[in-house]
């Protein structure tokens, strides 16, 4: 096995936990989705923007292939619509009757994994999640499927030559090397062919200092972005007050902040017997680290925070990754497993000492407990970080821990909810601030004139309950005493094409209906045993 010490630690713990991913098939061409059209009109939605604005309805969109030119404000809500004052529908425009709809920005996940073979998840399955919610961007860090892979399918979706959102590419440091990087003048020169190789950033998981500190410093000469999952083998040289102030732009989960908090210690605390390579270790101990930070409001928590606010860093916390740890039972009993989670996914999930994040060796109430905690902490630091002006962003991290794609997303923006973000905040999170942190805000993040045509539809309003964002929908009780589902995104529009969102989920459960088919493929629950006939 080739290695070297900017990914070595990863690589031996990926090879214990089953996590290196191997190539997947290709994305298929595609052949879903209307347009882009010459001029399309979409009629009489509410547009539920990330500018800080309030909602406003009815408004008229008119887009010319995959740019914005038009957002006209045509009447007031329950009165008849003023139809002197609309954009005129020529012959052959695309126009859409959207009355009573609402309108968001396309989604942007900041940490969207394409999948991967050891979950047996194809590409196809997850843009088609992705799209199914809203999602009309990712950032995948680490590119796990092979640098030439990821590039191959971001150019055939800049084309729209797939079904798939945007995709921006952050290599893992180092990938793609045949010999170690060990000094800082190989640092910067892998740097510079990972800029060369047409990639967006870099994804870190960490490295000894000064390799670290000259790669940053090389992406950063050539104005590219970073992120960095501060991973315990390497946190303790490096938090992440070190790496935002050597030019990390990003951080994913919270690993490196509270070590940046310690004020009555410098490293976390390990039982005796932990090993990094035993899982239940690794997560049971993390649920207990943010007690070991400084206290909310003290000296040193309000100086860590002011400090990542002069230098304009993001955080990128993905909450729901890690949700399960606060409630088991939940996270394996979603609405949508038995649906559309594949049976080698579910496979995947089930506590295994192989399968990454299926550390569920002996998880129980004291283990959940010490996780809620961990998150009240967690998420107070991170909506303060908010209030006071901070970059927060929404990424899902999904086909891990039993999150799904794009169910995944969507349970984060219940948890930005959770931890304080007002509900327009939340959309802001999901949508312009993911846009700036990728250097897009020009192009995407917002609905206003002169940007993408990337849009959300839906018949149900996301600012009074989130859920209807979900898949599956909400469930209901209807004027009969009946129980329904209502919600789910409608149209997914990206680069003025318009997807039918309830389509793209429908491929997904043929999909998995044909795994479970071939494969004898119910779902059962750990320990549960399938019955005889």
Request: glycine share 10%; hydrophobic share 40%.
């Amino acid at each position: 096995m080739k290695c070297f010490p900017t990914l070595c630690f990863f690589i031996l713990c990926s090879i214990a936990n089953g996590f290196l991913y191997s190539q997947i098939q290709q994305a298929p061409q595609r052949s879903e989705g209307d347009g882009p059209y010459e001029r399309l009109i979409i009629r009489g939605v509410t547009v539920i923007n990330s500018t800080g604005a309030p909602p406003v309805g009815p408004v008229d969109i008119v887009v010319e292939k995959n740019i914005i030119k038009e957002i006209k404000s045509v009447g007031y809500p329950g009165a008849p619509v003023m139809d002197k004052d609309r954009p005129k529908a020529g012959a052959g425009d695309k126009v859409m009757d959207c009355q009573g709809m609402y309108i968001l920005p396309g989604f942007v996940d900041m940490h969207g994994h394409i999948g991967g073979q050891s979950q047996g998840t194809p590409a196809e399955y997850v843009f088609k999640l992705w799209l199914g919610h809203g999602i009309t961007t990712i950032r995948d860090p680490a590119s796990g499927n092979g640098v030439k892979w990821t590039m191959e399918h971001k150019a055939k979706s800049l084309k729209n030559e797939i079904a798939a959102p945007r995709i921006l590419c952050y290599p893992a440091f180092g990938s793609g090397w045949d010999k170690p990087i060990s000094t800082p003048e190989e640092a910067r020169l892998w740097v510079r062919e990972n800029a060369k190789n047409g990639a967006d950033g870099i994804k870190f998981f960490g490295a000894a200092p000064e390799i670290f500190k000259a790669a940053l410093d090389e992406n950063k000469k050539l104005g590219l972005k970073s992120a960095c999952h501060h991973a315990q083998l390497e946190v303790g040289r490096m938090n992440v007050m070190a790496t935002a102030a050597a030019g990390l732009t990003t951080m994913e989960h919270w690993y490196g902040l509270p070590e940046a908090l310690f004020d009555g210690q410098t490293l976390q605390d390990y039982p005796a017997d932990y090993n990094y390579n035993n899982e239940q270790h690794r997560f049971e101990e993390a649920g207990r680290l943010w007690k070991q930070a400084a206290k909310p409001g003290s000296e040193r928590w309000n100086f860590v925070m002011n400090e990542l606010l002069k230098m304009d860093f993001t955080l990128d916390p993905t909450f729901n990754i890690y949700d399960a740890n606060r409630d088991l039972m939940r996270a394996r009993q979603a609405d949508w497993h038995k649906i559309y989670t594949l049976p080698s996914l579910w496979k995947f999930y089930a506590p295994s000492r192989i399968s990454h994040g299926s550390y569920w060796f002996d998880w129980g109430t004291e283990q959940e407990i010490a996780w809620k905690e961990n998150y009240r902490l967690w998420m107070q630091f991170v909506n303060e970080y908010k209030n006071k002006g901070g970059r927060v962003t929404a990424g899902s991290d999904s086909g891990f821990i039993y999150q799904l794609y794009g169910f995944g997303y969507i349970r984060e923006l219940e948890l930005l909810r959770e931890a304080g973000f007002l509900p327009l905040e939340v959309i802001r999170a999901a949508t312009l601030k993911g846009a700036e942190a990728l250097g897009m805000a020009d192009k995407i993040g917002s609905i206003e004139i002169g940007k993408y045509a990337d849009f959300v539809l839906l018949d149900e309003n996301p600012l009074a309950n989130i859920k209807v964002l979900y898949g599956t929908g909400t469930i209901k009780l209807n004027e009969k005493n009946e129980a329904e589902r209502i919600g789910g995104v409608k149209y997914t529009i990206k680069d003025g094409i318009i997807y039918d969102a309830k389509k793209m989920l429908a491929d997904v459960k043929a999909i998995v209906d044909k795994a479970k088919s071939e494969n004898d493929g119910e779902l059962l629950q750990p320990g549960e045993k399938k019955l005889k006939p």
